[in-house]
């Protein structure tokens, strides 16, 4: 399984905000600044920077950002580009950093207007699309092959207030000095071999994993993925029309509507082995697409790719991301089959959002990916056989495959090791020793898990150490659970809370004990006492699945409110449950337990017009969770998922018997949930569909209540127009769509282009009702309506990436109108971080 590296980008960016000063640490000879077009004011890509006389130079970033270092003594620093007048500067008159303004070219034709003639090209791309199908490697109908690959993760530019601090004082020796003399902090290095196998008909996967060899961060080393893993998962695949990575999607130079988006140009050709290679160029047609710039080798025999390199043409409407590079090589297998080569991904990441102008370089993540693939084997004559026969997916961990010596890696790898990386692996791990970076770890794993690593325990969840409402005023809380080091299979936790405004003691306990196999088997018994928001209940953990509890949390709903936040019942549960993985997308969760809410302080429960102190619940209910080629994270008990590009689907029932005031009554409940995030070209659909039904009769607590928001902050499973206690219902089904148009629109606009702004748009819809049977059990709350056979609509139109961070919606309440004062129209905001 494939360590779950997509997140360690942001965990080494926490490291980047130890010291903000930038200091210089060039040598005599270096050369560092930017170079813009003077008309536009814009970065020039692709200049090339050299010293005259000499054979030392560079290119300019999509920014139009360079660097260049030199021993060599030279007078004159030139600049050119192709289209622009070419610039000099005396050595002497310089001093970093440097700005240049590169002037058009502009040469007027008076008699004749040239135009390349774009047919050649043209017609070798339509050739090239053609036999997509045939060429593209994802496409054979069952292949092996073994995959080498490596990442590693440095910190550039890493200044002397850094190096200086009092942590880093006696750890000299962990920074490196990069060519151009700057210096860096190595951070993770991680290799891995792997053995894969693919059959589409039967569908079957097998990811054997030969040698893992990682120096990093505890965490970055602690985490694994598994499900449809990167053993079989293609980084990107220039035959694709989009290529995603980072969450985002790129369009691919070989894209079938390519013409929409690039410019192509035949620059070269050459004969090898008695085919014609074709070096096409390609460039943006639009500066803020999401595109590259570089260059692709076509063959004329079967017209597939032979390589392609490309460097993101632009950082517009992108956080974070300073550069992005890939370059892919491919093999042609029995001379006629292709399939992946080498496949590399170079990227550097701001730990700041947006730019800021400081006169030094500022800290940065440098982040290289490499896979290369070996021993490829297409259509085999055997089938493919995994260990069951209810498996579709297999990963396979070999035996010492973590404790490889280093005759077997000299062998093994695909690549040698430069002396650059022996340098890495044990510089890093002298990284690992400070106590710095010790801390920076533990807060990266809380992000991640909620809980503070101590040892042997640790504490947590964070988000609920303090918390406000109406009926507890100010509410403290201190929990823990155990560790890895106490066990790998069994878990405990609990925590004690304190109401201040009534004075109470809360308290939760629980544990779990996980299987022995290579499916995922748990049992869990636990107990809580807590106050819940009426509608809030574990059928919204189907949608939000890694969340820790059944609330959604916003950080501006927790300061900015529209009304009093007094729907509040306490609850206690007693849940026993097990989960059991039957296959790889497709699990079970059974649970029984008993349920008691109390009444309620400012909504009491009332039976005939006397009142009730609780109502009593005993219910088991079997959930069927599928999913598909779906990536999931272990860590040993816990279980956290992660992404997949299909539909996830839960299915419940539960029947129960509920009991209050000497009156006893049986039911059954059913409930089905579906989520899904489709990505349409650069732009993002995400919906979501849950409905059910229920047949006897409940107290309302126990009914379907739409989950309402009473504040300023923007849910998106929840409806943000109506209030907390506004519906009840036994019959419903509810829809949430988000469409995120990532900037497609206002990054055309000039004046807004700069400012990285994204356009989203949503619409929720309810339809519901509520049998007459509901009215013979607790009366219902003054608050509740009727939705009088209606749907319940709202709509929103917002912009994301506001100073890289806030989002803002407008929400509209179409229909039906509040009869409870619940607002037509409202401005919602909520944080986001992306790239």
Known sequence: ????????????????????????????????????????????????????????????????????????KADTLVFSSIGYLEYKLEVTQLSNPINIELSPDNIALM???????????????????????????????????????????LINNADSTLMEARPFRKHQSVFRTADDGSKYLPVYLSEQIVYNEFQRQPLRQKSTILADKTSGLGVLGDYEIGGYTSGLDIEY???????????????????????????????????????????????????????????????DKYFSLVEVTGELSTRSNMNFVKSLSLSSEFQLVNDSLSFFGTNVISAVFDYLPIDIPTKNDRMELDFTQQASYDKVIINPVTALELSAKSLSYESVKTDGFKDRDTTYWLKARHVPLTANDKELYATIDSVNTIPVVKLIDNFARMSMTGYYDFGSLEMGP????????????????????????????????????????????????????????????????????????????????????NM??????????????????????????????????????LSTKLDVGQVQHHSPEFYPFLYQGNAVDKVTNYEAALDIRLSWREKILDDEFMRL???TDYPILHFTVAAGRVSFAGQEENYTKLHAT????????????????EGGAVFGKLPYTFLEIPRGNETYGYYTYDFNMINYLEFVHDRYVHAYTEYHLNGFFLNRIPLLRSLGFREVFSAKAMVGDLSDRQYESIQLPASVTSLDGKPYVEVGAGIANILKVLRFDAVWRLTPDSKVGAPNFGIRAKFELSL
């Open 674 to 689: 579906i989520k899904h995030i489709v990505h349409l070209g650069q732009t993002t659909f995400r919906y979501a569909v």
């Open 462 to 545: 964070y988000m609920h150490l303090l918390q406000f409402n109406k009926i507890e005023g100010m509410r403290l809380f201190m929990g823990g659970r155990t560790s890895k080091e106490i066990s790998n299979r069994w878990m405990a936790w609990g925590g004690l809370g304190y109401a201040t405004r009534t004075g109470k003691v809360s308290a939760s306990v629980g544990g779990g004990y996980k299987l022995p196999g290579i499916r995922r088997r748990v049992f869990k018994l636990s107990y809580d006492d807590t106050y819940a928001r009426m509608g809030e209940n574990r059928k919204i953990l189907y949608l939000y699945e």
């Open 237 to 299: 695949n220039f035959y694709d029309n989009f290529l995603k990575l980072f969450e985002e999607n790129f369009v691919s130079p070989a894209a079938s509507n390519g013409w929409f988006f690039y410019h192509y140009y035949i620059e070269d050709s050459a004969v090898v082995g008695g085919v014609t290679h074709y070096k096409i160029l390609f460039t943006p047609r639009r500066k803020q697409d999401k595109v590259f710039r570089g260059h692709m080798v076509i063959e």
């Open 641 to 643: 998922y992660l992404a």
């Open 1 to 72: 399984m494939l360590r779950r590296r997509l997140g360690i980008r942001w965990i080494v960016l926490l490291i980047c905000f130890c010291v903000l000063a930038q200091v210089s640490l060039g040598q005599a000879l270096l050369f560092k600044g930017t170079v813009i077009d003077a008309s536009t004011k814009e970065g020039i890509p692709m200049v090339n920077v050299y010293l005259k006389g000499t054979t030392i130079g560079t290119i300019s970033d999509v920014n139009g950002s360079f660097k260049l270092s030199s021993p060599a």
């Open 111 to 153: 008699e004749v207007e040239i135009k390349p003639d774009d047919g050649p090209v043209r017609a070798l791309l339509e050739k090239m699309v053609a036999n997509k199908k045939r060429n593209n490697p994802e496409n054979h109908k069952s292949f092996h092959y073994e995959k080498y690959s490596k990442w590693e993760y």
């Open 548 to 585: 820790l509890t059944a609330s959604e949390n916003n950080l501006v709903s927790a300061f900015f409110t529209r009304d009093e936040f007094d729907e509040l019942y306490r609850q206690q549960n007693m849940h026993l449950s097990y989960e059991h993985e039957w296959k790889t997308g």
